[in-house]
């Protein structure tokens, strides 16, 4: 069975910093996607980014980058110059190809420090 | 298009009683997906529809619940004598077939608060 850990509960991070959140996956799949979502409180999740198994290159959406390590089956998040709306739970998420089931870890929740 | 709709947004029920929930997906989206998130955990998959049709339930999914999607539109999800452990946020999300990589397009959810 697939699996997705995220090892941080919490992180906090000064305004205009920059903040790694972990994640970790277990799969026998080649051919999958991962997501980041961002729940802020009290509203819909959103997708932040997403990532291609098959490709090698790390996604980027503005300030927002993973570090993509597929042998290693590591998937985090970096945040550059954090603002006060990126304070939300932060979700990492798997898909396999032709599947139809997210799969998503227990998630870390970051605060902002103004 | 204000994206996916879930109502209500709260619901408080005794034990016992049944709840039922709706959500209204993008409406260009053909596929739905219920999931279920409780206090501190990631979102859990319990089912989703093709048009009308329900594809795949999870085991999470007892006989005291049930989804359906009469017309490839809405969705309900019923719950029947609820139980504490249903207390949950549930959530609704829509994709357009073959485009679930893209990432789902998920509602607000409707907290239920099982006493």
């Known amino acids: 069975a697939q699996t997705v850990t995220q090892s941080q509960p919490e992180m906090s991070v000064q305004e205009a910093e920059t903040v790694t959140l972990s994640c970790t996956y277990d799969?026998?799949?080649?051919?999958?996607?991962l997501f980041w979502y961002k729940q802020p409180p009290s509203r819909q999740m959103i997708l932040v980014i997403r990532?291609?198994?098959?490709?090698?290159q790390n996604a980027t959406e503005n300030r927002f980058s993973v570090n993509f390590q597929k042998a290693a089956k590591s998937f985090s998040l970096k945040i550059s110059d954090s603002q006060l709306g990126d304070a939300a739970m932060y979700f990492c998420a798997y898909w396999p190809f032709g599947n139809e089931k997210l799969t998503f870890g227990t998630g870390t929740r970051l605060t902002i420090i103004p | 298009d204000t994206g996916v709709s879930q109502n209500p947004r709260h619901k408080i029920t005794k034990r016992g009683q049944n709840v039922t929930f709706r959500c209204d997906p993008i409406?260009?989206?053909?596929?739905l997906y219920w999931y279920r998130q409780t206090l501190g955990q990631g979102p859990e998959f319990l089912t989703y529809?093709?048009?009308?049709?329900?594809?795949?339930k999870s085991r999470l999914l007892s006989d005291r619940f049930s989804a359906e999607r009469p017309k490839g539109s809405f969705s309900t999800l019923e719950i029947q004598r609820t139980e504490q452990g249903d207390s949950a946020m549930y959530l609704c999300?829509?994709?357009?077939?073959?485009?679930?990589?893209?990432?789902?397009?998920f509602g607000s959810g409707t907290r239920l608060t099982v006493v």
């Open positions: 409406s260009e989206h053909n596929r």
């Open positions: 529809f093709q048009n009308e049709a329900q594809l795949e």
């Open positions: 799969t026998s799949e080649s051919d999958y996607y």
């Open positions: 999300a829509s994709s357009l077939n073959g485009q679930a990589n893209y990432g789902y397009t």
């Open positions: 990532q291609e198994a098959y490709k090698q």
